[in-house]
């Protein structure tokens, strides 16, 4: 899988994600730090890659509709040290051995996980 890292995570999260056998970049990498969170999803959809970020913004359907996009996982969590947003990436790749990311919005916090793929379609696991 693709994907971006926001800002607003530590570079070691990509680090986590390249070591497990999926192609990540970082905001920072590539000089997007600072810019509009609009400017942010479009090179996601440009680049095919699914955004992963704290940016509780981009769980806004009407702004960022899920079947538009390659896929977005907010992390909504109450704890957002580096060490606990570690401590909850494995819990998410053994979920995406199941479920899609791509044209899915993804919310995730200590309780579970919300996939919403369209307006309509919401899932909690």
């Known amino acids: 899988m ?3 890292t926001d800002e607003n995570l530590h570079p070691e999260v990509a680090a986590y994600l ?3 056998r999926h192609d990540a970049v ?19 959809r440009r680049e095919r890659r699914a955004l992963l970020t704290l940016d509780v913004g981009f769980g806004n359907i009407r702004t960022y509709p899920p079947e538009g996009n390659h896929g977005i996982i907010v992390l909504r969590l109450d704890d957002q040290s580096r060490e606990h947003v570690m401590a909850v990436l494995p819990k998410l ?6 479920e899609l990311v791509e ?4 919310v995730v916090d200590e309780r579970g996980v919300r996939i919403r793929g369209s307006e309509s379609e919401l899932e909690e696991l």
């Open 2 to 4: 693709r994907f971006k």
């Open 103 to 106: 044209k899915r919005l993804w």
């Open 26 to 44: 970082t905001v920072w990498d590539e000089g997007l730090r600072g810019k509009p969170d609009a400017q942010i999803i479009e090179t996601c």
């Open 18 to 20: 390249l070591k497990h």
């Open 93 to 98: 790749l053994d979920l995406m051995q199941t």
